[in-house]
C-alpha cells in the first residue's frame, strides 16, 4: 500500500501563494496538492496552466476548496488581512494549517487564531516563519545550544530588500502594519528562537527615515528604520529595515554572546563566483529574499507535512507569531510617537512619567 | 489528462546510485520512478524500505528490469565496471539513459557506447557531468558567452576530497583508472566547456606523490597529482586532484582570459555562518562532493527529464565524455611514465626524439 | 641646509602615547622628537632606555618640557583629564598641538580649548581621530564625494573591543565619560566626516547592559550599549560599542546611500592568512585598536607634521571634537534616563512634554 | 652618546631603488642613508630633489660611492647585469651588502657571490626575497613549524601581475632570464622556506603560452607558464606566473599538509572597503606588488640594519638565492625545451634514455 500523503490546498496565488503551491505539489513527496484557491483571474489562469494538469482542482471560493473531499491540510498565501478568517475556517474543517506570516497586523485577530488552535490540539497550526528552516539560521541555533556563545546578549538583524523603484511598496504600506510589522517580524522571530521564547521587552526605541518613497508619509511609515528592543535579563536586540538596497537582498543576523559570536550572510552571495576585472573583484548579490531563502521554504514545506502525518511536534510555537507581531507593534508605536516605551518585568507598559 | 512523465529505472543503488534514485523519485516533478535495480543485498534491502512502498519495482537482474512494461529510461549508478554494457542495453530496450561517469576507464569501451548511440538519435544518452549542472559553473560559462573574459587562456581546477583514513581509497583505486581519470575528469569536462569542445592537446606532464596512503603504489596510483595539459592554439589547463584534504571538500576552478577572470568556488563553505571565538573566524566546509554538488544533481535528474518528454537537446555531448577520459588517460600515462607527451594539431601523438 | 624638521614634545607616554613618541621618533621623517613628559617613574624608566639615547630630553614636569628652546610643536597622550589645561598651555607657548582625543569629557571644557585655537589662527590644533587617517576610511569618504553613494543615509558604525578580563575597565569607567563618549566617538566623528560636519540631530536613543562586567553599575556605565541618532534632513546613524568580543578587535562600518553603498573591515582579519583544518577554515584577528589601526597613526604623524611645517590645511576640524563629543554626551544622557532626547533644527533640546 | 647607526648607500634609483632609498632614509630608524649612486639622469635629478637635501652624497660612479668614508653597507637596486659584482666590489670594501633579486640570471655568477661573502663571515650579505619579511607568509611559516599542517607536501605559489599594455615586459624580457627566473623565483624561494632548505628536485615540467604579448617569441619567453617541480622526499610544488591579470596584482600561495592547509591572500584586497551597487559586490586589488608588499619592504630594510649592527644571524641564507635561480632555470629549460627534466637524489642530472 502507498503511504499516506498530505492532502494539501493551496490559498491565494499570488507572488509566494505560487511557490507555496509549487513547493507542495513538486519538492514536498510526503505531500499531494489536490486544490488551489485564488479570487483573482490572472492568478486562476496561471493555476489552469501550472496546476490543473497534475491532479490540482481549482476554486475561486475559499469556502468550497476547504468543504473538498478528503483535504487534510491548507497553506494560506492570501492577502494578510484574511490569513486569520481563512486559518479559522480551516481549522473548523478539521484542517492543518500553515499560515504566511503575519497571522495579522492586529494582535487581537492574532489572538484569536491561537485561541481557536488551542481547542484543537489534535491540529497542526503553524505561522512560516521561514527563516527557522534555513540552514544557516538551524546552524546558529545549535552552536548557541551548544553553548559555543556563553549567554547569548547582543543581537543585530536586518532585513534589507532591494531598492524597487515602481512605487509598489508605497500601495503596499497602506495595509502591511508598517515596516516593523511587515519585515522586521523575521527579525524578531529570531530574536525569540535565540534569546528564548519567554523573554519580556524591557524598553523600546525606534527611528525612521523616508530616503527614497517620500510618499510613504500618507501611510505614516518609513523607507529605513532602526529599532532597539532591550529585554529584561540583560538582552539587546537592534534592527534595521531597509527597501533602498542598491545591490540587492541582505538580510543579516549577529548574535554575540559572552564567550563567542556568530554571524549569518555578512558576505551576501549569489552563488560562488567571483568576477576579476580592471575595477576590482565582483560578486553578485541575489536580487529578493526567495533568492535567499528559497530552500529554506521547501524544508518548511517538507517538515509541516511530516509533523501532519506523524503527528510530530512544529519548529516553532504558534504563540511566538502573536509575540513577534506584538514586538513589531511597540517598536512601530515608537518609531510614529517619537517616544521610549517602557514595561515591566511581566510585560506591562509603564509610563513615562513613572520613571 | 495527466502530463506525461518519464518513466525511469535507477540501476545500481550504491552511495551514487541511491540519490539519483530518491532524486528522480522526489525532486524531479516531470519523473516517476518506477523500478529500480541492485545486485546487492543490502541495498537491496534499503531499497524495500526507501522506494518499494513508492510504487518502484525492484530487481536483482538488471535485464529483467530493462525489459519492464512502459520504461523510457534508465539512471545507471552501478559499479563503472558495467556502465557501459548497461548503457548499451538500456538503449538496445530504446531506453534513454543517464549514466554515472564515467563510461569506461577503458577508450574503446567509452567509444562503442557512443557508437550505439549514435546509431539510435531519437534517444537522449547522457554520461552525467554533474557541474555542468551547478549553477556557479553555468554563470562562469555565461560570463565567458558574454565575452567578459576576453579569450579564455588558463583554467586551474582542483577536485579535492576531504582525508579518508579508512583506506576505502585504495581497495578503489584497483578499478578507478587513476586519480586522474577518476577525480580529474570532472575538471578536464569543466575545461572542455570553458575552452571549446573541440580544443587538441599539444603536451601533457603530470607528478604525483603518496603523501598519506602509500599502499597505492601496488596500483600505480597517487594520492595527490599535479597535471598540465598545453592546448594548440594557446590555452593551458592545470589540474591538482587530491584526497588529503584535512577540512573537506575543495572543489575550486579558476578561468583567467586576456580581459578578465573568474573563480568558483575560492571560499568554499558549508553555509552562511562564521563563527567568532578565541582563537579568529572559522567557517566550515562541506564534507563530500554532494555537499557541494547536491543540487546540481537534483538539476541534472529534472534536465535530463525534460530533454527526454520534450526531445529537447541535452546540455553536454556524449562524445566529450570520450574526450574527458583520453586526456585524463594521457594525464595518467604522463604521470606513471614521467615523461611529458606531445602531440600535433591532429592529435596524433609525437615520438619525444622527433622534437 | 638640510630641511625644517617639526621639533615636537610627547607629553605622556602611556599606552598610546609610547607610540606617539615612537611614531614621531622614528615614523615621520619630517619630525624630530625633541622632548618627553612623563609624571611615572616606570614610563620614565621605559623612556631612558628608548627615547634618550636617541636625543630625546626627558622630563617630569610639563611646563618645563614646553618652555624647551626650539620647540615647535606637542603631541599629548596624557590622560584624559588633563588634555585641556596642556593643549592650552602648549598653544600659549605658540606650538602646534596634536592632542589625543577627546580633548575633555566635558564640552564646556572641550569648546575652551576651541576657543584658545581661534585665538591663534597660525597654530595648527588636531583632536587625534585616528579613522581619518585610514586609507580605508578615506576610500569610503572618496566614494562619497565622487557620488557611488548617491545621498548618504544611513551609518551603521561599531567599535568593539576584545573583552580584558581583567578589570581594567571597570576603573577606567570613572572617568571615562561612559561608553558612548569613550568609544562611539570615533564612529560619531565618522558620521560628522560622511554625513557633513553641519548635520544636526534631530533625536537620540540608548539601550546598554552589563553583560560582562557587572561592577560598571557603581559608574553608570555598560559594557554593551545600542544608540540611534537620526539628523535633520533624513539620515540615521546607529551605533554598537562593546567591550565583549571573543575574538578580537572589531570595528565595523557601513554607509547606506540611495545609490550605493560601502562597508570597511566587515571581515576583520589578522593578515591574508587562512588556516584550513578539520573543524573548517579560520582566520585571525587583531587582538586591540592597534592591531587594526597602526598605519593611520603614522599617517596622522606625518600628516601633522607636513601641515605644521607647510602652514597647510589639518584634514579635520578642531571644532568637529567639540560636537563628536556633544552627540556621544546626548547618546549618554538617552542612555543613563531610558528617554529619547528630541531637537530642533537649531540643535536645541525640545521637552518631551512639547511633542 | 647617540646609539651608532648603519651608514648605509642605494646603489640604483630606478623603481625599486628609489623604494630602497626612500626606507632606508625615513622608515629605519636605526640606518642612516649617506649616499647613493645612479648613472641615469632622470634619476639624479630625483635624487637632488629627494635624497641631498637630507644630508645623502650623490654620486655617478659606484667605485667612489663605496669608497665613502664611514660608509658601513650598501643596498643594491640597479640592473639585474650588474648586481654580482657591485655586491663583490661592496664585500670587498668591507661592506655589508643588501642585493636585490636575483643575484645573476646566471647560476655561476651567483655562486661567485656566494663565494665570496663565504670568505668574509663577518659581513651581512643577503638577497633581497621579500616575501622572507611580509607578515602573511611568517605566520605561515610558524604554523608549520608549529607543526599545524602535518608534513608539508603540496605547495601551490603564483606571482601574477597586472597586465601592462605598454609593451615595457617584452623589452625587458631581453635580460630577465625568463619568466621563472624572474617572476616564479619568489614562489621557489617559499618553495625552500616551507619545504626546508635541503630539498632536491626529482623532476621538472613546464608549460607556456603568449596570451597577450606575442613579440615574447623573440625572447623564447611567455606571458603565462605553469611549471611543477617535484621534490625527492614526496613533495610537490607547482606554479603559475602571469602578467595578463585584468584586475591587479595577484600573488596567492598554498601550502597543504598532511594535517592541514594553510592559504595566502586567496582574497586579495586594496584595503577593508566593499563598494555595493546594482552589479553586486565590489572591491579594489593592489595594482602592482608594492601595494602589496610594501611593509615587507620597510620590514627587509629594518632588519637588516639590525643584523649589521648586532651582528645578528639574517632571516634568510645567501645560498638560497643559488637554489632558488637553479630551480627557476630548471623550470625555464623544461619550458623551451618541452622535456620533463629528471635528476637524483643528489640533484644530479638523469638522461631520459635512461629512465
Known sequence: MAPLKLKIAAAGLGRMGKRHALNFLNRTPRAELVAA??????EMSWAKQHLEPYGVTLYDDYDKMISQEGLMAVVIGTATSVH???AIKAMEKNLHVLCEKPLSTDIAVCKSVVAEAKK???????????????????????KIEDGLLGRPSILRSQTCDKHDPSGFFVAYAAWSGGVFVDMSVHDIDLTLWFFGDDIIPKSVSAHGIRAVQPALKQYN????????????????????????????????????????????????????????HPGG???????????RFEMAFVQESNEFATACLDDTPLP?????????????SLLQEALV???????????????????
Open 221 to 276: 511609515d518609513y523607507d529605513n528604520a532602526v529599532g532597539v528592543v532591550e529585554f529584561h535579563g540583560g538582552k539587546i536586540a537592534y534592527y534595521y529595515c531597509s527597501r533602498m538596497m542598491p545591490h540587492g537582498q541582505e538580510d543579516t543576523t549577529e548574535v554575540i554572546g559572552t564567550e563567542g559570536k556568530v554571524s549569518v550572510n555578512i558576505n551576501p552571495q549569489q552563488n560562488l563566483v567571483n568576477y576579476y
Open 316 to 328: 516553532l510555537k504558534l504563540s511566538n507569531a502573536i509575540k513577534a507581531v506584538e514586538i513589531g
Open 120 to 142: 484543537r490540539p489534535h491540529l497542526k497550526v503553524m505561522c512560516g516563519f521561514s527563516r527557522r528552516f534555513d540552514s544557516s539560521y538551524r546552524d546558529v541555533h545549535k
Open 37 to 42: 484557491f485564488t479570487p483573482d483571474a490572472a
Open 84 to 86: 486569520a478568517e481563512e
Open 337 to 355: 510617537t517619537g517616544k521610549q516605551i517602557h514595561l515591566d518585568e511581566t510585560g506591562r507598559r509603564i509610563e513615562q512619567a513613572r520613571l
Open 281 to 291: 573583484i565582483t560578486r553578485e548579490v541575489p536580487g529578493d529574499y526567495y533568492g
